[in-house]
Nanobody, 121 residues
Framework: QVQLVEPGGGLVQPGGSLRLSCAAS????????MGWYRQAPGNQRELVGV???????NYADSVKGRFTISRDNAKNTVHLQMNSLKPEDTAVYYC???????????????WGKGTLVTISS
């Protein structure tokens, strides 16, 4: 199994910054994509950003230019640096990792429990 630990989150004023981190552990053979999703009250979960194992990244249009996703392959960690935060960024943020635990099994998505980010003055 794969466990994801995602400390961080909290209350930030509009215009502020926050950095989220997520560490994957367990019987991991290989990590493919690592990313962050978010879900605001009443909304569906949406992709925030993803970084593939070749270093390529994709972002939601709403966060482009403000958020940066990065990963440390040696530590199986992914970070989300969030700048110029807006009230509409308020949501529960979930870490997601696409990984395999065996060379004989298909890769699977694993989810963290989520961390609340609140942007408010």
């Amino acid at each position: 199994q794969v466990q994801l630990v995602e400390p961080g989150g909290g209350l930030v004023q509009p215009g502020g910054s926050l950095r989220l981190s997520c560490a994957a552990s367990g019987s991991i053979v290989r990590v493919y994509a690592m990313g962050w999703y978010r879900q605001a009250p009443g909304n569906q979960r949406e992709l925030v950003g993803v970084v593939n194992n070749d270093g390529s990244t994709n972002y939601a249009d709403s966060v482009k230019g403000r958020f940066t996703i990065s990963r440390d392959n040696a530590k199986n960690t992914v970070h989300l640096q969030m700048n110029s935060l807006k009230p509409e960024d308020t949501a529960v943020y979930y870490c997601n990792v696409l990984a395999s635990t065996s060379y004989h099994l298909p890769r699977m998505h694993y989810w963290g429990k989520g961390t609340l980010v609140t942007i408010s003055s």
